[in-house]
């Protein structure tokens, strides 16, 4: 079974002239299956004779919702969907002023092992296909009846460790006859595959991208980041200064505030020497607390006086909202396997 969403429109067209249909036929269809349609009785400008061929080799929804969690503080939702092969994986569905984002997995797990986050303690299982990341897309939207205008790929996984497949979804997306995103309302975050950052700049130089960095001397971020050990800062930096100069796109620092470890004066000093002169940004995140890992949260306080340290020195930075703290789904906090659910009238399984 050929899952459709999984096709550019180029193989649509291939597929309606292997079921004996003109090349146009898949270009009609691709446009039903980024309005959403799973029903292939609502596509009305297809022939029945393409219908009744699709509905024996082809398949548009592959994800099942498995559960569903709303935080009571701010509306952000949490969703597992169930895999075709018994994983499961966690989106995130986030308001903003702006318009809605959705934040997807890439991976079933992951191998990074960051000491700080709860999406490695498993491992890695699989990566997803670009058909099982855009389905989370399609089915939030689906479940909120609200449309999404911005996507992260900042869910569970690393998405550099996928790069074939997160390649196939950005294209998909951009597709004009398709959902027709445009790449800066795109954005994928990598914990600092160095090749992928190179690749990225040289295949998608319009999207944005953001690194997760915390910390700013290779000693500590070994200990937190064990991928420094492959890519360290004295490689990992290089490569960022030269993707925004190949670009002359700003990167995103992601900076997760770890009491006692890479929140104290001599490490923000060290932060600034590090990043000064570069097109980039910094993104504070008061750490989401993982009970696993034993590290604690520097704090929202802390995290705004870091914040007017940079600015002073020249660094933009933000200090990003806490969205999800509250059913696990903030940076960090996502994971291979389902949460336990509580009596929480939040929680909604089905």
């Avoid at 960051?114 to 999406?119: E, I, L, R, V």
């Avoid at 933000?318 to 994971?335: E, F, K, S, W, Y």
Wanted: with cysteine; hydrophobic share 35%; aromatic share 6%.
């Amino acid at each position: 079974m050929k899952d459709l969403r999984n096709l550019t429109e180029a193989e649509m067209q291939e597929l309606a002239k292997e079921a004996g249909q003109p090349a146009f036929r898949g270009r009609q269809l691709f446009g039903w299956v980024y309005k959403g349609r799973t029903d292939f009785r609502e596509m009305t400008n297809l022939p029945e004779v393409f219908t009744a061929w699709l509905k024996e080799n082809a398949e548009l929804d592959s994800l099942k919702l498995l559960a569903r969690q709303k935080s009571k503080t701010d509306g952000t939702q949490k969703f597992l969907y169930g895999l075709k092969d018994g994983n499961a994986v966690e989106t995130v569905f986030m308001k903003y002023k702006y318009g809605n984002t959705v934040c997807v997995s890439s991976q079933a797990g992951c191998r990074m092992h960051c000491a700080f986050c709860a999406s490695g303690i498993n491992g890695l299982v699989r990566s997803l296909t670009a058909g099982e990341i855009i389905s989370q897309l399609l089915d939030t939207e689906r479940e909120t009846g609200e449309k999404i205008s911005r996507i992260v790929v900042m869910g569970t996984g690393e998405p550099f460790d996928n790069y074939d497949q997160i390649s196939r979804f950005i294209r998909i997306l951009h597709e004009k006859d398709g959902r027709n995103m445009s790449s800066r309302n795109i954005t994928v975050s990598s914990c600092g595959l160095v090749p992928g950052i190179r690749k990225f700049s040289e295949d998608f130089p319009q999207v944005n991208l953001a690194v997760s960095l915390h910390a700013p001397v290779s000693s500590l971020r070994d200990e937190l980041m064990p991928v420094n050990h492959s890519y360290p800062l004295e490689e990992l930096i290089p490569a960022c200064r030269a993707y925004t100069e190949k670009t002359g796109r700003r990167i995103t620092f992601e900076y997760a505030l770890i009491r006692g470890k890479n929140d104290t004066d001599e490490m923000i000093g060290k932060l600034i020497h590090l990043l000064r002169g570069m097109l980039c940004h910094v993104n504070l995140i008061p750490l989401n607390e993982v009970s696993e890992t034993g590290l604690l949260t520097s704090g929202r306080k802390r995290a705004e006086e870091i914040q007017k340290r940079l600015e002073d020195s020249g660094i933009p930075a933000t200090v990003r909202r806490q969205l999800g703290a509250d059913i696990d789904g903030a940076c960090g906090q996502l994971r291979l396997k389902a949460q336990k659910q509580s009596d929480d009238s939040s929680v909604t399984v089905k």
